[in-house]
């Protein structure tokens, strides 16, 4: 996908969402200010579904010269949190504080960009689950986790 299209890739790619649920998405990324300063772009959101990417930049390696893990779980909790946004009525109306996640490292995420594919998994009234797959452009899975949130009303002022 040429670097044009993937700036655009996120109005072409939100099939089965409201309006609502789509200008939420938007707002809830525009407004965390670790998604700009990490570089995730977000690719495809579909009801439950999420596609991002992290390009890779140099800055976010460890010494040992992959990607830091702190950076992989900050990329796949926005990941399960952009699925779970993607199923609520209004995402500007709740917030989803991760509650619990697990993140097994499978391979060492190396020089090159990572996609990190969430799904939710469970979706209760105050609890959610979703499920995240970080792999490589080529498909080679590098990590899978489970991440628990909490769905909490936003308090009113």
Do not use: W
Not at 20 to 30: E, H, M, P, T, V
Not at 37 to 45: A, Q, S, T
Not at 110 to 129: P, Y
């Amino acid at each position: 996908m040429a670097s044009s299209d993937k700036k655009n890739s996120f109005n072409q790619e939100q099939r089965g969402l409201t309006k609502l649920q789509k200008d939420g998405i938007k707002k809830r990324l525009a407004n965390n200010p670790v998604v700009e300063f990490v570089g995730i772009k977000l690719m495809e959101v579909a009801p439950g579904r999420s596609n991002l990417v992290l390009p890779h930049r140099q800055e976010l390696q460890n010494s040992m010269g992959v990607l830091q893990g702190g950076i992989l779980g900050v990329l796949a909790d926005v990941a399960g949190g952009v699925s779970l946004y993607s199923v609520l009525p209004d995402p500007v109306k709740v917030v989803i504080p991760t509650i619990e996640f697990k993140l097994n490292f499978l391979r060492p995420a190396g020089g090159e960009d990572v996609r990190a594919r969430g799904r939710v998994a469970h979706h209760g009234r105050r609890i959610a689950v979703c499920q995240v797959d970080l792999s490589t452009e080529g498909e080679t899975l590098l990590a899978t986790g489970l991440f628990t949130y909490m769905i909490r009303e936003v308090e009113k002022a």
